[in-house]
């Protein structure tokens, strides 16, 4: 083989090319799955690339098959279909999770009113999530045990939200009356509120929307943001089909914060659909200023890394400085 001769180049054509490569890298797209923030095992989504709802390949008792990974659920669950069992049963299974061997679930039918995905093996709730750190990208989610280094990803841009009293990997120190479900904080105007984050939430009919209690509603309304009704929305629940009142805010942007205000994104493209009291629980049964927001989220974050050990969640927030500098809105 012949040898490949260096060649000389002047200083002057050095620097450029240096120049030219720096700016070559910077303007390139970066990987989001290029290495994991946290460490683990890299998942790569189930399902066609426009679905909402994250989704991994695990086995569960020998069965292959399609999880959802559900921020939104507090208790994991089997196909009862797929294990030929009663619904609303428990059974003890092993899951290839790392570091877990085995784990109780809940049988269900997901083509039930309201679970949602015929044809899904599992869901994975918090139950489980609280116990793992999780890296959602666009094209994968990658789970390991270990928690975050702050300073690394402050480093990186990312932006912490406490989840103090929300979501953690130590069940006593979440607030009386809440779920272990993890949150953000969204702002209209002078109004400010927390926002469970729900990747199980599959908000494709109408993208970036918001659940808001009556209570959320009641307060936007006195503050005087402009709430415009749209045409209500038929959603799937618990309890069967119910109609919900549908707002479309125009004058005023969504913003996404941490718990100190610190901004991460915002969007003038959204909805607000106010989630009535019923027998499901959640958010519409509080009688306090509370959120939801669906997994089109996800896409609007970028990357989010849930981080239940140190009690946070780290959200990209790049396109939050666009928006700050003048971008266009981040559909």
């Avoid at 450029?16 to 797209?29: G, S, V, W, Y």
């Avoid at 932006?159 to 979501?167: A, T």
């Avoid at 209209?188 to 929307?209: C, K, M, N, Y």
């Amino acid at each position: 083989m012949p040898l490949a001769r260096k060649a000389a180049l002047p200083t002057a054509a050095v620097a450029m090319l240096a120049c030219t490569l720096a700016f070559a890298d910077f303007a390139k797209p970066q990987d989001p799955d290029a290495a994991a923030l946290c460490g683990g095992e890299r998942y790569a989504l189930e399902g066609p690339p426009e679905s909402l709802t994250p989704a991994i390949a695990l086995t569960a008792d020998g069965v292959k098959g399609a999880f959802l990974l559900d921020t939104g659920a507090t208790r994991s669950s089997l196909s009862a279909d797929a294990f030929s069992s009663a619904e609303g049963a428990v059974r003890s299974a092993s899951i290839s999770l790392p570091t877990f061997e085995r784990g109780d679930f809940r049988l269900a039918r997901y083509d039930a009113p309201g679970r949602g995905g015929s044809g899904r093996l599992g869901v994975i709730g918090t139950d489980f999530l609280s116990l793992l750190t999780a890296e959602f990208t666009p094209s994968a989610v990658t789970l390991g045990d270990r928690p975050c280094d702050a300073k690394a990803l402050r480093g990186r841009g990312f932006i912490p939200v406490s989840e103090k009293g929300f979501f953690s990997s130590d069940l006593s120190t979440i607030g009386a009356g809440l779920a272990n479900v993890p949150v953000v904080y969204l702002r209209l105007g002078e109004v400010r509120a927390w926002a469970q984050i729900d990747t199980g939430d599959g908000d494709s009919v109408i993208p970036h929307s918001v659940d808001i209690n009556e209570a959320l509603y009641d307060r936007l309304a006195a503050s005087g943001v402009r709430l415009e009704r749209e045409a209500d929305i038929g959603v799937l629940t618990c309890e069967g089909r119910e109609s919900r009142r549908v707002y479309a805010v125009k004058d005023r942007a969504l913003a996404i914060e941490n718990e100190g205000g610190e901004p991460i994104v915002e969007t003038m493209s959204f909805r607000l659909i106010v989630k009535t009291a019923n027998g499901c629980g959640g958010i519409g049964a509080m009688a306090t200023p509370a959120a939801q927001l669906g997994a089109s989220f996800l896409k609007l974050f970028g990357t989010i890394v849930f981080d239940p050990k140190s009690a946070t969640v780290w959200i990209e927030g790049k396109a939050g400085g666009l928006q700050a500098a003048g971008f266009a809105d981040v559909q």
